[in-house]
């Protein structure tokens, strides 16, 4: 928690007036006994109304100060944690967009939307009641023993020895269960991750038929949360029964220390009943601290957790200023990988293994292989998603390191294999490419892409609404968007990363015919698992296991390439007779 306190700084004002009303009004409840006492002692024995309601207007006083003081500190109390939660909830989204995928991929995303919404939630709670009663229910409990010091000090040594005790008993229940609620949000990680997981594959869950299956692992997952939640909080339980037992017995020892003082004449009857409401007065306050207690608990591992997420630093850094030319050599290529290896965090093998290629400027490079043969890992390490383990990614002659984030996303678009759009217009989505991109440019992206006529036939073009994640569309006009999107931006180099998956034949050819027509030099790469995709293209990497059998064209790799002719072979069966078993195209 005290790591997160940077975010309080804004709202210091705040953080001090709510306890600081609070204390206020914790001297009129302590003075309450006092006026209590005196109207038994003076007024009642005395017969005086006078003086009853005397000290009756001044209980009415102090108890209208008292209630206004609480309603200032609970509005300050309030301004100060929503402000906070809202500076802590920008922080970590902020931070969580700084972060690598590497950083990306080990987190998750269901803890960081957990951390996110209902730990900083917690966490805003905690500051709310932290800021109101973390200072009232100790100045209660200690300024009632000093009360009590200042009526008889035989009766109020009862205070000093149960004041402590009752302290330990708290702060023991707070050691062991801080740990166990920690253990409880990350049960709750479990189960909004898999919340989320059943919420967006439902349609293959109904496709096989595993809705038994699913509730099932649901409900598993929700028990042990449960049952999670019930042990810690018998724990939490504890603090009430046995803080009422402890106050209890020295409200006992109170009464029987005083009964005999009043007996020898020490004290009167009033100071007898302003002890005993001294010590009420603990006890409300022991409920409402163990309410705190509670929450605080809940608080701090949720703090934790937040300040762990802050905690991760980027792997990684943009320089400043970019350090590449601002024009490249005339003889250097788009994109060169000079032995590039990778692998990614934890893996147990890289996922590329000493890659080396160019491609020139204006080239179209196809890229293909098997399932899990680094495809995509490749063209991630292009616009520097992750950064390569061994040997160097060049752009325009320059490596990518040297580029400042801006200046390398200025260079390149990408269009990933799942397609992602926006809540919003379609205008808005595609705007992404070129915030000042007027709607003449969006309709030939939109015609490059083959979107064109998708638009033309939503209700109001270009400003039809689409729906979170592009619900309201199928695969393939999602991907057409998608590519129109990247289109739109103009770049020099074009990353198509499987992204024509969902689209026909003859669309998939249109499109390509497009994208290879675009005028300026743009540089292109089409990752496929579809020769036809990529059997035009310039140049064809083909990549097994992460490293590469093979770069040329079409032809070129269909005389030289074993693994390449093995993939062509298996999408066109027929063409394997005619050239003979195992043998080469002619």
Same mark, same amino acid.
């Given at each position: 928690?005290?790591?997160?306190?940077?975010?309080?700084?804004?709202?210091?004002?705040?953080?001090?007036?709510?306890?600081?009303?609070?204390?206020?009004?914790?001297?009129?409840?302590?003075?309450?006994?006092?006026?209590?006492?005196?109207?038994?002692?003076?007024?009642?024995?005395?017969?005086?109304?006078?003086?009853?309601?005397?000290?009756?207007?001044?209980?009415?006083?102090?108890?209208?100060?008292?209630?206004?003081?609480?309603?200032?500190?609970?509005?300050?109390?309030?301004?100060?944690?929503?402000?906070?939660?809202?500076?802590?909830?920008?922080?970590?989204?902020?931070?969580?967009?700084?972060?690598?995928?590497?950083?990306?991929?080990?987190?998750?995303?269901?803890?960081?939307?957990?951390?996110?919404?209902?730990?900083?939630?917690?966490?805003?709670?905690?500051?709310?009641?932290?800021?109101?009663?973390?200072?009232?229910?100790?100045?209660?409990?200690?300024?009632?023993?000093?009360?009590?010091?200042?009526?008889?000090?035989?009766?109020?040594?009862?205070?000093?020895?149960?004041?402590?005790?009752?302290?330990?008993?708290?702060?023991?229940?707070?050691?062991?269960?801080?740990?166990?609620?920690?253990?409880?949000?990350?049960?709750?990680?479990?189960?909004?991750?898999?919340?989320?997981?059943?919420?967006?594959?439902?349609?293959?869950?109904?496709?096989?038929?595993?809705?038994?299956?699913?509730?099932?692992?649901?409900?598993?997952?929700?028990?042990?949360?449960?049952?999670?939640?019930?042990?810690?909080?018998?724990?939490?339980?504890?603090?009430?029964?046995?803080?009422?037992?402890?106050?209890?017995? *020295?409200? @006992?020892?109170?009464?029987? =220390?005083? %009964?005999?003082?009043?007996? #020898?004449?020490?004290?009167? !009857?009033?100071? /007898?009943?302003?002890?005993?409401?001294?010590?009420?007065?603990?006890?409300?306050?022991?409920?409402?601290?163990?309410?705190?207690?509670?929450?605080?608990?809940?608080?701090?591992?949720?703090?934790?957790?937040?300040?762990?997420?802050?905690?991760?630093?980027?792997?990684?850094?943009?320089?400043?200023?970019?350090?590449?030319?601002?024009?490249?050599?005339?003889?250097?290529?788009?994109?060169?990988?000079?032995?590039?290896?990778?692998?990614?965090?934890?893996?147990?093998?890289?996922?590329?293994?000493?890659?080396?290629?160019?491609?020139?400027?204006?080239?179209?490079?196809?890229?293909?292989?098997?399932?899990?043969?680094?495809?995509?890992?490749?063209?991630?390490?292009?616009?520097?998603?992750?950064?390569?383990?061994?040997?160097?990614?060049?752009?325009?002659? *320059?490596? @990518?390191?040297?580029?400042? =984030?801006? %200046?390398?996303?200025?260079? #390149?678009?990408?269009?990933? !294999?799942?397609? /992602?759009?926006?809540?919003?217009?379609?205008?808005?989505?595609?705007?992404?490419?070129?915030?000042?991109?007027?709607?003449?440019?969006?309709?030939?992206?939109?015609?490059?892409?083959?979107?064109?006529?998708?638009?033309?036939?939503?209700?109001?073009?270009?400003?039809?609404?689409?729906?979170?994640?592009?619900?309201?569309?199928?695969?393939?006009?999602?991907?057409?968007?998608?590519?129109?999107?990247?289109?739109?931006?103009?770049?020099?180099?074009?990353?198509?990363?499987?992204?024509?998956?969902?689209?026909?034949?003859?669309?998939?050819?249109?499109?390509?015919?497009?994208?290879?027509?675009?005028?300026?030099?743009?540089?292109?790469?089409?990752?496929?698992?579809?020769?036809?995709?990529?059997?035009?293209?310039?140049?064809?990497?083909?990549?097994?296991?992460?490293?590469?059998?093979?770069?040329?064209?079409?032809?070129?790799?269909?005389?030289?390439?074993?693994?390449?002719?093995?993939?062509?072979?298996?999408?066109?069966?027929?063409?394997?007779?005619?050239?003979?078993?195992?043998?080469?195209?002619?």
């Amino acid at each position: 928690m005290r790591s997160l306190a940077v975010y309080l700084k804004s709202y210091t004002i705040e953080s001090i007036l709510a306890p600081l009303f609070k204390l206020l009004e914790v001297v009129f409840d302590l003075l309450v006994p006092i006026v209590v006492a005196r109207m038994i002692d003076v007024g009642i024995a005395n017969n005086d109304r006078r003086y009853i309601w005397g000290c009756f207007g001044v209980l009415l006083l102090m108890a209208a100060l008292g209630l206004l003081c609480s309603i200032t500190a609970q509005y300050f109390a309030a301004k100060a944690s929503v402000g906070f939660a809202a500076n802590l909830r920008q922080a970590v989204f902020d931070h969580i967009q700084s972060l690598s995928f590497t950083e990306l991929d080990t987190l998750g995303s269901d803890t960081m939307i957990t951390r996110l919404t209902d730990d900083i939630n917690q966490v805003q709670n905690g500051v709310n009641m932290g800021l109101r009663l973390l200072l009232r229910s100790p100045f209660v409990v200690f300024g009632a023993m000093i009360m009590a010091f200042t009526i008889d000090v035989k009766c109020a040594l009862v205070y000093a020895v149960a004041i402590p005790v009752l302290f330990a008993v708290v702060f023991a229940i707070m050691l062991v269960s801080i740990p166990l609620f920690k253990k409880v949000q990350a049960g709750l990680d479990r189960v909004t991750g898999m919340t989320r997981e059943n919420l967006t594959g439902v349609r293959v869950i109904r496709a096989f038929c595993r809705e038994e299956q699913s509730v099932e692992e649901f409900e598993q997952s929700n028990r042990e949360l449960t049952r999670l939640n019930e042990f810690v909080g018998r724990i939490s339980a504890l603090l009430n029964p046995v803080t009422y037992v402890l106050i209890n017995l *020295a409200a @006992v020892f109170v009464i029987d =220390r005083a %009964a005999v003082q009043v007996n #020898i004449g020490s004290i009167a !009857q009033g100071d /007898v009943v302003a002890l005993y409401n001294y010590m009420l007065q603990i006890i409300v306050e022991l409920i409402k601290l163990a309410s705190l207690i509670i929450t605080l608990n809940k608080s701090v591992a949720c703090a934790g957790r937040v300040a762990g997420v802050l905690a991760v630093e980027p792997s990684m850094s943009y320089p400043a200023v970019s350090s590449a030319a601002d024009k490249p050599a005339p003889d250097s290529a788009a994109v060169r990988f000079d032995h590039v290896s990778f692998t990614y965090k934890n893996a147990g093998a890289p996922s590329l293994t000493d890659v080396s290629f160019a491609a020139a400027r204006g080239e179209t490079v196809g890229i293909i292989g098997g399932t899990g043969s680094g495809k995509s890992t490749l063209v991630s390490l292009i616009p520097r998603f992750y950064d390569a383990s061994a040997g160097g990614v060049y752009v325009d002659g *320059a490596n @990518v390191r040297d580029y400042t =984030r801006e %200046a390398l996303c200025g260079k #390149i678009a990408v269009v990933q !294999q799942r397609a /992602v759009l926006f809540q919003g217009s379609i205008r808005d989505n595609l705007k992404w490419g070129g915030e000042n991109a007027d709607d003449a440019a969006l309709w030939d992206a939109l015609t490059a892409a083959q979107a064109k006529d998708v638009v033309e036939g939503k209700p109001g073009g270009l400003d039809f609404r689409l729906e979170q994640n592009g619900r309201n569309l199928s695969g393939g006009q999602k991907q057409r968007l998608s590519i129109a999107r990247a289109l739109v931006k103009k770049p020099e180099i074009l990353i198509l990363d499987d992204s024509s998956s969902a689209l026909d034949f003859a669309t998939d050819a249109a499109l390509r015919k497009a994208i290879h027509a675009i005028s300026g030099g743009m540089t292109t790469f089409i990752v496929s698992q579809r020769i036809a995709c990529i059997r035009q293209a310039d140049k064809i990497l083909v990549l097994d296991n992460g490293a590469l059998a093979g770069a040329g064209t079409h032809d070129e790799l269909m005389r030289a390439c074993t693994v390449y002719r093995e993939i062509y072979f298996s999408q066109f069966p027929e063409e394997r007779a005619a050239c003979g078993k195992g043998g080469v195209q002619q």
